[in-house]
């Protein structure tokens, strides 16, 4: 089993930035792939940016120039960088960790963006 705890959610002005980070816990041995999706009401959970765990990372095409994935294998924490933030990235911000047996989702953080 793998745990996800997600923090860095809030309210920002667009144009602004705001960095989430997910900690994991559990068998993170067995972790191949961590991630970030979103959802808003009444749509589905999309993908925003993933990172390997060789550090090849995969951005949605809404988000690239303006988002950064990293991931710290220390600290078995993954974090998102969000710099010009726009209204309609407004959504809960999931987690996600992808291992060989299954995928884990942590408990989302609403990231919410005032025009």
């Known amino acids: 089993q793998v745990q996800l705890v997600e923090s860095g959610g809030g309210l920002v002005q667009a144009g602004g930035s705001l960095r989430l980070s997910c900690a994991a816990s559990g068998r993170t041995f067995s972790i191949m792939t961590m991630g970030w999706y979103r ?20 951005y949605a095409d809404s988000v690239k120039g303006r988002f950064t994935i990293s991931r710290d294998s220390d600290k078995n924490t993954v974090y998102l960088q969000m710099n010009s933030l726009k209204p309609e990235d407004t959504a809960v911000y999931f987690c996600h960790a992808r291992t060989v047996v299954g995928a884990y989702w942590g408990q989302g953080t609403q990231v919410t963006v005032s025009s």
């Open 39 to 58: 959802q808003v009401p009444g749509k589905e959970r999309e993908l925003v940016a993933t990172v390997s765990r060789f550090s090849f990372t995969d």
